[in-house]
């Protein structure tokens, strides 16, 4: 207990710089007792906040305690008629103060107080390095936008309309590389993101769509707005969730990130009812990811094998042509001096023929679309083909290959 500030147990105040600063003095300064007594007393009282403040000393930003050093050195010149007792009864109260108010500070930011599950989900975008959402309003999904409201890092930028929003993220992860964050509310602002969500998956752009919901209790009876979103996007997404447990948020939104980029990247939908954004708990950011059965799905390294008959076809080839899709996202500066543009029925002639006559198909992240291949028995009749893609199943779906490799896939940890 320091003064009137509770600390849970086990914790301690981020307050170590605090101690040598002097931000805010002037008021402390007209406070400040000049008795000796008072001194003794005070710096009692720093002598308590220091040594709970050594156990994070650590974790203080150095900016904080070079501007309340420089601001305690500025101290006696600002008041000049101060004796050395007074003077140092005003830095020490005013030190001790805004050590309390640094702890209070830290304890909020930083410490296991609990919270709304508005502000952990907000929190988990600020941990997973996301700095941009697009996010419309509804009253199923306020409870965010407060949040975002409440964050220095996450800006919201408010678009019109939902299916706009969930365009705008879809872009801002092609453009960026981050995943791209979109945040509605019920019923007709979560079907709004239905055709977004669709594109997503089929361009492989990594999304996150963050939707509110009716309470729980209200789920299942056609409550004003209820939409099951889940069950309406299970065939579009890469995967959704249901957050059921306020305890919870911290561990599925570390999945949904995890999901999103890694592998074949898609979206990922986050279904929250509006009592879980209202619920108070202590998030647990070390909740272990619960995605066993999507690791094992993961591919393996290449055998040698499949590496040295991709070289052995290309060293053989004649005439070889590279077929490359969506998987080879912004590799347009090593391709462009290649390129033959479009291929298929809205593509260019020189294109098509290419394709027609070649001995080596060098297949990189396509699907080998109907628009692209036409009859299938009739694309590329005289070429080996070799399909490469980070998506096992893509491999021989539509059209099959001679020589097939997945390479391993990189995301994060």
């Known amino acids: 207990m320091f003064g009137s500030l509770q600390l849970p147990a086990g914790q301690a105040p981020n307050a170590y710089c605090s101690l040598h600063g002097a931000a805010q003095c002037a008021p402390a300064v007209h406070q400040a007792s000049s008795t000796l007594r008072e001194v003794r007393n005070i710096r009692r009282r720093q002598k308590r906040f220091a040594r709970k403040a050594s156990q994070v000393r650590a974790e203080a930003p150095a900016d904080v305690a070079e501007s309340r050093i420089a601001e305690a050195v500025q101290l006696r010149s600002a008041s000049p008629n101060l004796s050395a007792d007074e003077l140092e009864a005003a830095r020490a109260s005013a030190s001790a103060s805004l050590a309390q108010q640094g702890a209070s500070e830290w304890v909020e930011r930083f410490g296991r107080q609990q919270r709304k599950g508005s502000d952990i989900l907000v929190q988990a975008l600020e941990r997973e390095g996301i700095s941009t959402v697009f996010a419309y309003p ?13 964050s ?48 997503a998956l089929l361009d492989s752009v990594p999304l996150v769509a963050i939707t509110g919901q009716v309470p729980r209790r209200m789920i299942g009876t056609d409550a004003f707005q209820e939409t099951p979103i889940v069950e309406v996007t299970r065939q579009i997404t890469k995967h959704n969730y249901l957050v059921m447990d306020v305890h919870d948020i911290p ?102 023929y290419a394709v027609d006559h070649a001995d080596l198909l060098l297949a990189f992240g396509v699907r080998f679309d109907d628009r692209v291949t036409g009859k299938l028995e009739a694309f590329a009749t005289r070429a080996r083909i070799v399909h490469i893609d980070i998506d096992p199943a893509e491999i021989n779906k539509n059209k099959e290959a001679h020589i097939q490799h997945v390479p391993p896939t990189c995301g994060p940890p």
């Open 251 to 352: 561990r599925i939104m570390k999945e949904a990130f995890y999901l999103a980029r890694t592998g074949r990247p898609g979206p990922v939908l986050v279904d929250i009812p509006k009592d879980v954004q209202q619920s108070m708990a202590v998030p647990d950011w070390n909740t272990p990811m619960a995605i066993a059965g999507y690791m094992r799905r993961l591919p393996p390294p290449p055998a040698p094998s499949q590496l040295s008959a991709i070289v052995r076809a290309l060293h053989e080839a004649k005439k070889p042509v590279l077929y490359v899709g969506g998987g080879c996202l912004n590799a347009w500066q090593e391709l462009h001096p290649l390129s033959l543009h479009m291929l298929g029925m809205h593509g260019t002639v020189v294109a098509n």
């Open 152 to 199: 220095d890092t996450v800006r919201n930028i408010l678009c019109r309309h939902e299916q706009g929003e969930i365009f705008a993220a879809e872009g801002w992860g092609k453009v960026t590389g981050e995943v791209g964050v979109c945040i509605a509310t019920s019923g007709p602002g979560a079907t709004n993101l239905v055709t977004g969500l669709a594109d």
């Open 138 to 150: 509804g009253g199923a999904s306020l409870e965010i936008h407060q949040a975002l409201t409440r």
